[in-house]
């Protein structure tokens, strides 16, 4: 069985050790390093705490009491009311479409999500994004992605270059659709304590799309950087990078090749380049 890795805010490490010991089958064990906050032998597995906040545990067995002390202080942490969180994947890549993803949580949810192991996209490896996507899905109350593939990216992109306008304003197009289209399927009733959080960048023009087609009077928005420590915003980030990284075996397998295997070099000669990769992106790349 691989690791299970689980992220806690580093300043509740100690909440999070006492919960553990509390439950009365860990025993301590000395650090390896200085950078683990705490070790624990549990019966013959290990639980090994780093000071960033990352809880490793060995095996089943420590993965579950782990699992059951974050969910706990999460829980004790939580704010009430439902978060949307937005997030996106593809912006800084060259290869394959750009996608906002949206998802609503309760605290409930958000606590079982964080137990589970969803954190920051960038943080989990590839081959573990499409089961947190899964269970994502099953248990979000909602969500909502726009995947905006490279074709229309370049088409938009160039359109906004015109007018004076760049890459911040067609991300923020993207978050605010899908944000909208996320909010319009929830009930009334759920829209009491409503908060929306979203990564810091270009606030004005965030605010200014969302304000087009949000009603903000019943919505707290909340843009910060690290919004990704906000699991909504987590797992929005993964469901983001699911949909694009889904998008490039789709078009892999239909032109019968694998998409990652090429270079920026290699996409820049095809015909089909600007269907496949961001024409921008490759041409700076390759000059």
């Not at 705490?38 to 597995?45: A, C, H, N, P």
């Not at 009733?189 to 969302?210: C, H, M, N, P, Y």
């Amino acid at each position: 069985m691989q690791p299970t890795v689980v992220r806690v805010d580093p300043e509740r490490l100690e909440l999070l050790r006492e919960r553990i010991l509390s439950e009365g089958k860990a025993t301590t064990v000395r650090p390896a390093s200085g950078y683990e906050a705490f070790r624990f032998r549990y019966q013959d597995e290990h639980i090994v705490a780093y000071r960033s906040g990352k809880i490793v545990s060995s095996g089943p067995r420590s993965a579950a009491v782990v699992a059951q002390a974050v969910r706990g202080l999460a829980m004790q942490d939580a704010d009430p009311g439902i978060v949307i969180g937005s997030d996106e994947a593809g912006k800084g890549e060259w290869l394959g479409p750009l996608v906002v993803a949206a998802v609503a949580l309760t605290p409930e949810q958000s606590a079982h999500l964080q137990a589970i192991g969803v954190m920051d996209s960038k943080e989990v490896p590839l081959s573990k994004i499409p089961h947190l996507a899964r269970d994502i899905l099953e248990t979000c109350i909602a969500h909502q992605t726009v995947l905006i593939p490279p074709a229309t990216f370049n088409e938009r992109l160039t359109e906004m270059r015109a007018e004076g306008k760049n890459l911040n304003d067609l991300l923020a197009w993207a978050h605010a659709r899908a944000i909208s289209d996320l909010i319009s399927s929830l009930p009334k009733s759920q829209f009491e304590g409503l908060r929306v959080v979203i990564d810091e960048f270009a606030r004005g023009k965030t605010q200014s799309r969302l304000r087009r087609v949000v009603d903000l009077k019943r919505v707290t928005v909340v843009q910060k950087p690290h919004a990704e420590d906000v699991i909504a915003v987590a797992a929005a980030s993964i469901v983001a990078r699911e949909a694009r990284e889904a998008w490039i075996d789709r078009a892999g397998a239909r032109l019968g090749i694998d998409l990652r295997e090429l270079t920026v070099t290699d996409v820049s000669r095809r015909k089909d380049c600007s269907s496949l990769a961001k024409a921008e992106y490759v041409s700076k790349m390759t000059e």
